[in-house]
Structure formats: C-alpha cells, structure tokens
C-alpha cells in the first residue's frame, strides 16, 4: 500500500453495515473549507463532484492506520463556544486567511466522540487514537498555503474536554460565551441539536434520559451545565482564553490571535474586519445586533454560573 495515496481524502460520517462500523470518504480536492458549518462544505464537495450512490469505505482501523502516511497541521488551537455566541462568525474570520485551515463543527469529529453513547463498545483511547487520525486527515496541506490549523468544536465537546485535553496537551483552548438571555432567545428562534431533548443523548450533559423536560426547561439546564463546564476548566487549565461576545469581533480576533501566537498581517486584519460586518452564517446579509431583554425564570442557575465566569474573565483580563 506504499504508492496508496489519499492526499485531498477525508473521512466524514459512519456507518454500520452488517454490524460492522465503517467511515465514508470523500475526495476534497482543492476546495476551500470556508463555509460556515462543515457539513455544509461536505454537501458542495459531493453537488461539486457528483458524488452519488456509489461510496468510497473503509473500517474505523484502516482509517487510523492510513493517517501514518499523512502529512497534517497539528491544531493551532481549540475553539469551544457556548452555542450562538459569536463562534461561527470567529471561525468565518479565521478563514478569510488562504493560511488557515478553519474546520468548523465537523460531523465526523462528533461521531467518533459520541461512539459510546451509541452502543458502542470503543474504549477511550481508542477513541481519541482515531480523532487524532482523522484530524489529521482534514489538516492536510492541500494548497501549499497552509500553515495554521483552527478547530471550532461542537457546543457540547466542552465536556469531553477531559479527553480533548489529554489529546492536545499543550494546544491553546478558547471558550467562547455569551449572555445565556441572548443564546436562549436565539435557541427559540432557531433551535440546535442541543436545545431539543433527545437529539444529543442526555447522558452526554449527565442528565437522566428518563426525565421529561418542557423546551424552556431544557435549555436552562443545557446552559447552566455549559457555564458551569467552563468554571470547571477554568479552576484546572490555564492554557485556557475566555471571551464574551459582547466583546466584539474584531478585539475577539485580536485577542485569539495573540494568545495562540497567530501573526495576522495587514490584509488578513482588512479582510476580517470587511467579513465581521456580515451575518456569520449567511455572508451576504449585514448583520443586525439582538438587544438583551428580561431574563427568563428557567435561565436562573444559567445567569448565577455566567456571572461567575464573568468574575474569572475580569480576573485575568
């Protein structure tokens, strides 16, 4: 297998077939990783391509070994965010820099996180064995450009931070947040996986899958478990940068740039700067600000951990 090249090859999602778990791959060619939700550049990838019916798959172990032969950034960083607070357009700006490989929420990362809470029977380090293997894959240098490598995880990945740590020891972690008023408003408005019961297994936010949760209720809890995550870390980590959206997104940038050590030059700052005027997730309309209204009753515990988060920021700033 030594002339088996899977420069440009990625794997991106499992599937069981006939009781045996096997990834899915995709050629990516040179196509930029710029949109703002990874799956979405998987579904141009496969539009652009016309990838069909017809798949490219391997076994879970095939993938791990595979990785020996490729050449990939290691993270430059670790973006993890509460959900609706400003993450998406951080990664969006990152990824105006041809230098940057941003990958923002990737669907594959999430699987082989969540392999236990499945019914599969993965061991921890095993696990970590193959995100490490996979990122490696979607950290390839595909242009020659690239030089920097940045990873917005999924909301709930804040609490397999244990593992992720273990995985990176010495990677530069950010937490990203917001007023929990504000991403419950926009949780309503638009829900995410995480918002919904059920959608992500509840033993993932350590909640018991037998209890019954109204929408309100449930978010409030998912919150308070996410800021009270952050305090966690916090206390234990301190290669750990803290922001709030209300911050804003140039002085974000600015921040995250130098506690990861990642020169921006002149243009990159114009382009980022050009791009932080727009909606994050849909580039072509300008974004308008939400203002903070009442607080709701079940955002209670939430607003008690994020003020004292808030302490933590202050402290260190």
């Not at 990203?176 to 059920?198: C, D, T």
């Not at 978010?219 to 234990?236: D, E, P, R, S």
């Not at 990642?262 to 980022?272: E, F, I, K, V």
């Not at 808030?310 to 700033?317: D, I, L, P, S, V």
Request: aromatic content about 12%; some cysteine; overall charge negative.
């Amino acid at each position: 297998m030594e002339d088996f090249s899977l420069k440009n090859w990625i794997p991106y999602g499992l599937k069981n077939q006939d009781g045996m778990l096997l990834c899915n791959w995709l050629n990516t060619g040179q196509e930029p990783f710029v949109k703002p939700f990874f799956d979405e550049t998987i579904s141009q990838i496969k539009s652009k391509r016309r990838v069909g019916s017809f798949t490219s798959s391997s076994s879970l172990s095939m993938m791990e070994d595979w990785s020996g032969n490729i050449t990939g950034i290691s993270p430059g960083a670790l973006i993890f965010h509460t959900s609706r607070c400003g993450s998406t357009l951080i990664a969006q700006l990152l990824a105006t820099a041809n230098q940057h490989i941003v990958l923002p929420e990737v669907p594959f990362f999430d699987d082989l996180l969540r392999l236990p809470y499945r019914g599969q029977s993965f061991g921890n380090e095993e696990i970590l064995n193959l995100l490490r293997a996979a990122i490696s894959y979607y950290g390839q240098v595909r242009t020659g450009q690239e030089q920097r490598l940045f990873i917005k995880t999924d909301s709930w990945h804040m609490l397999f931070f244990d593992q992720l740590r273990a995985l990176y020891p010495t990677v530069p972690f950010v937490l990203m947040y917001r007023h929990p008023a504000e991403i419950f408003r926009s949780l309503k408005k638009v829900p995410g996986l995480q918002s919904v019961p059920g959608l992500i297994e509840p033993a993932v936010f350590g909640f018991n899958p037998d209890e019954m949760y109204d929408l309100d209720t449930y978010i409030g809890m998912v919150l308070a478990k996410y800021f009270q995550q952050y305090l966690n870390i916090i206390a234990q980590d301190d290669n750990c940068l803290m922001v709030n959206y209300n911050e804003g997104p140039m002085p974000l940038i600015n921040k995250i740039a130098a506690f990861t050590n990642t020169p921006l030059s002149s243009t990159d700052l114009a382009a980022m700067t050009a791009r932080s005027q727009y909606h994050s997730k849909r580039p072509t309309e300008v974004f308008v600000e939400s203002i903070t209204g009442d607080v709701p009753a079940c955002l209670e515990k939430a607003m008690e951990l994020y003020l004292q988060v808030e302490e933590k920021r202050f402290a260190t700033a």
